[in-house]
């Protein structure tokens, strides 16, 4: 069983940075590819970013190319997301998930978090 609990949020002026983390309290956290999605109000969920079983491979969408970085520890059980440059249209509830597939689609993704609120000022 896979739980996921994000933390890391909160507010932040434009171009400033945040590094969210996502905590799995299983055992099976290595075995599973990761992502991290978005939603902001009014829009649908998003994807951000994701990260394979080893940090092989990993994939960002076009809007935080550059700008954001993910990453694991499968010592800690633990996923990362460093976004730096922050704009305003970054605002948004952030995700984490889980899944066994190579996807960025949100609905193959099995296991997901709480979220935790992202604020971009201007």
């Known amino acids: 069983q896979v739980q996921l609990v994000e933390s890391g949020g909160g507010l932040v002026q434009t171009g400033g940075s945040l590094r969210l983390s996502c905590a799995d309290s299983?055992?099976?956290?290595?075995?599973?590819?990761m992502g991290w999605f978005r939603q902001a109000p009014g829009k649908e969920r998003e994807f951000v970013a994701r990260i394979s079983q080893r940090s092989s491979t990993l994939e960002y969408a076009d809007s935080v190319k550059g700008r954001f970085t993910i990453s694991r520890d499968n010592a800690k059980n633990t996923v990362y997301l460093q976004m730096n440059s922050l704009k305003p249209e970054d605002t948004a509830v952030y995700y984490c998930?889980?899944?066994?597939?190579?996807?960025?689609?949100?609905?193959?993704?099995?296991?997901w978090g709480q979220g935790t609120q992202v604020t971009v000022s201007t």
């Open positions: 299983g055992r099976t956290f290595s075995t599973y590819k």
């Open positions: 998930a889980a899944t066994t597939s190579i996807t960025r689609e949100a609905n193959r993704y099995v296991y």
